[in-house]
């Protein structure tokens, strides 16, 4: 069965391979500006992809944070394991024209099946399909600044007073392997592969020099009918600041001028929170509701009828009981309880099948239950008033706690969009 | 911060809920009956769900078998906890009406917001959306006709001798917590968040008799533009047999009247393929189509222009050496090479992430790695004909298997389709 024209010799062929990719590196590397200048030129590889598949990648601001919520999303954290500068802001220019690329249907770089003796370009896995308005945000990890007292990339003063490292929330039960990063990576697409794919040309562009560190998919509720529910039942969304008005905008998600580098960027928090849905499913519908703060079915807030009616946090029963209480996740997490502050909520629902477990609550069951729940994101101008705050009151207080445990963490800054012919990051490498 | 109408004591509220739960269960056993005479008379809960988004449940084959396939999957393999009989039945009537409410896109058992201070029948968190083609498959594995020599349900002597146990094939490394189960539930849709759903729901009604023992989730690429293609980049699913064929899907999938109480059902082996794709990724074009057997961008045979070109096996090139290699995937799995046996796929991709890993060839990476692959799902009239004999050819001889590992495994006997009144596995238990 051997094929005279191809030997099977894993270990002749893996060394040609590694030379492979070290040349396609190279090939890829003397591309990159033929292909930032003439990006418009060129003939988009998927010509169905219509103009309303697209989001633009060049701009003011990155997408993914203000763009119109996609279904699916692949979040992934790098550690950068080279020490040079010098090869950081390559692999910084390589994202970038990759993932304008991609968000324009286009392969991360052209293929040619003449040259078939070298890896391709692309996986090829969403060659003919629509990009699906994928947006691909990057954003900094606070130990790209230094790490272990190291500055590598001589960037430690230019680390911003807003990207704090978290604290530690009360509760908090952190896996090493889902938190942190130098860098986060977050595609969003309504077609999960093409979230996925960009991940992945992303994350080989940087093999050798920055490693994945974890990865984390999720997805939301079809929208077509209102706003989508979450996995524990609920409309999920209702309030946020409204993504057409620059004035909420600015005041709680861009950053302004004070940000230096980070103008026009916005700080990042994700968060793997794990959800007991066993334990969920099997407790009343009132108290679900007094949970959340609001109705289950009509997502009103409770007192109320609609959805969107306002939220009287004042109002008490005939017992001169709050109506939404005290420790309602709705109460804790509002503007109100907040001095104001709000922050922009993208949040997905994640599910990775079930692994044993036990439930931090009584009746204590260890099981196998399913390994699914939030994965959230929030934006703000800064996690020092935004997420930090609310999330504290939330960790203390929130009777949520009995369902819910956060096991991965991340903050990231994400700086600004980049304009044709620079990259992202160019603000604090340029 | 207190709540005086719901006091914050956790072991009292998990006490109420576990009763309640214990409740609910029953309230749904003593609503079967009704749901099943009157399933039609029902208003839908989804009143926008269009005829073209629901599947038909009720019928002479399952569903989820030859149905148009689905973009998402959640597949669960449970083990049965109870010993008794009459619980196990009762189990699979509940799903049986179950699995045909949520087809239609009703929720698991109606809800009633009414009845407040019981756990909600359903979790509602796809209340407003379509079915999108819901589908849910059931399959009886092994271990359910005994289990450590133990006939726990009297059907011992009923185990067909198509169910076989898999043998272990070169190269498998599977996980006991990706492999086996005494029962499996495959559900399919057009929404990822439905498949959940539906799972979860079933999870839930057998909560205290069968435990979850894994849970995979699944996706395939937009088929709008075409055959789509798998994680390495190559159409998938080409070659299959034609789902209009009732003479091919007879003699390959479907079980005759040969098979007692298996008749119309088909046997369903899952396959957990781990891919190696920073190595495929890294693997030279000309390589990647010999291991394949076809072209890459086209999907055609090696050798030939179109994809639906017929493959030639026995061409060569001038040198005499085959143009398809001996040891390529798709010469090994092609009907021509495994006496003209086919079976039926259905394939799915995985993506779960990233974790530490290390490859199982040169050059022996160790690092943190895609885990994403295929999910297999092979439909047939005898595994012993179908699923064993190719794959075993396969396990030994594909040169794929230098980027692929079989990590999860299962075997299950699919009953036929049930019609109103009855139950999945009324063939069997009834």
């Known amino acids: 069965?051997?094929?005279?024209?191809?030997?099977?010799?894993?270990?002749?062929?893996?060394?040609?391979?590694?030379?492979?990719?070290?040349?396609?590196?190279?090939?890829?590397?003397?591309?990159?500006?033929?292909?930032?200048?003439?990006?418009?030129?060129?003939?988009?590889?998927?010509?169905?992809?219509?103009?309303?598949?697209?989001?633009?990648?060049?701009?003011?601001?990155?997408?993914g944070i203000v763009t119109p919520q996609q279904r699916y999303t692949c979040f992934a954290a790098f550690d950068v394991t080279t020490n040079k500068r010098d090869?950081?802001?390559?692999?910084?220019?390589?994202?970038?024209?990759?993932?304008?690329?991609?968000?324009?249907?286009?392969p991360v770089y052209p293929l040619d099946s003449t040259k078939d003796t070298e890896p391709p370009a692309d996986s090829a896995d969403v060659l003919e399909i629509s990009p699906a308005r994928l947006t691909i945000t990057f954003g900094f990890g606070p130990t790209l600044f230094s790490k272990?007292?190291?500055?590598?990339?001589?960037?430690?003063?230019r680390r911003p007073q807003a990207l704090v490292d978290l604290p530690r929330f009360n509760g908090d039960q952190l896996a090493a392997d889902k938190t942190g990063g130098d860098i986060s990576i977050q595609a969003?697409?309504?077609?999960?592969?093409?979230?996925?794919?960009?991940?992945?040309?992303?994350?080989?562009?940087?093999y050798?020099?920055?490693?994945?560190?974890?990865?984390?998919?999720?997805f939301t509720g079809d929208g077509s009918k209102g706003t989508p529910r979450n996995l524990m039942g609920f409309k999920d969304g209702t309030v946020n600041p409204p993504l057409n008005d620059h004035a909420a905008l600015n005041k709680l998600v861009w950053v302004g001028s004070e940000g230096d580098w980070m103008r026009d960027g916005s700080y990042m928090v994700v968060r793997r929170v794990r959800i007991a849905l066993e334990h969920w499913d099997r407790s009343p519908l009132d108290f679900q509701e007094q949970v959340v703060g609001r109705h289950k079915y009509s997502g009103a807030p409770l007192g109320k009828l609609n959805e969107f009616d306002a939220a009287d946090l004042d109002a008490a029963d005939s017992d001169?009981?709050?109506?939404?209480?005290?420790?309602?996740?709705?109460?804790?997490?509002?503007?109100a309880a907040n001095q104001g502050m709000q922050i922009l909520r993208r949040g997905y629902s994640y599910n990775d099948g079930a692994n044993f477990t036990a439930e931090r609550w009584p009746p204590w069951r260890q099981e196998v239950e399913f390994d699914a729940g939030l994965l959230f994101f929030g934006y703000q101008q800064d996690p020092r008033t935004?997420?930090?705050?609310?999330?504290?009151?939330?960790?203390?207080?929130?009777?949520?706690?009995?369902?819910?445990?956060?096991?991965?963490?991340?903050?990231?800054?994400?700086?600004?969009?980049?304009?044709?012919?620079?990259?992202?990051?160019a603000t604090l490498f340029g």
């Not at 062929?13 to 033929?34: E, H, I, T």
């Not at 705050?389 to 990231?412: C, E, R, W, Y």
């Open 188 to 206: 969003c697409s309504d077609d999960p592969q093409v979230a996925f794919h960009a991940v992945r040309q992303l994350a080989r562009l940087a």
């Open 1 to 63: 069965m051997s094929n005279p024209k191809r030997p099977e010799q894993p270990a002749n062929l893996a060394r040609r391979n590694f030379l492979g990719a070290a040349g396609g590196l190279a090939v890829a590397a003397a591309s990159v500006g033929a292909a930032a200048m003439a990006p418009v030129a060129e003939a988009a590889a998927n010509p169905a992809a219509a103009p309303s598949d697209k989001e633009p990648f060049w701009g003011q601001h990155q997408g």
């Open 208 to 218: 050798g020099k920055a490693d994945m560190k974890w990865v984390q998919n999720g």
């Open 320 to 335: 001169g009981n709050p109506i939404v209480p005290d420790n309602a996740h709705m109460r804790l997490a509002s503007a």
């Open 87 to 106: 090869e950081l802001i390559e692999i910084l220019k390589h994202w970038t024209i990759a993932a304008a690329r991609m968000s324009e249907g286009r």
């Open 148 to 157: 272990e007292g190291v500055d590598r990339f001589g960037i430690a003063r």
């Open 386 to 425: 935004g997420f930090i705050p609310i999330n504290h009151q939330l960790a203390k207080l929130d009777i949520m706690n009995q369902f819910i445990t956060h096991v991965g963490s991340g903050i990231f800054a994400c700086p600004p969009g980049a304009q044709p012919g620079s990259f992202i990051g």
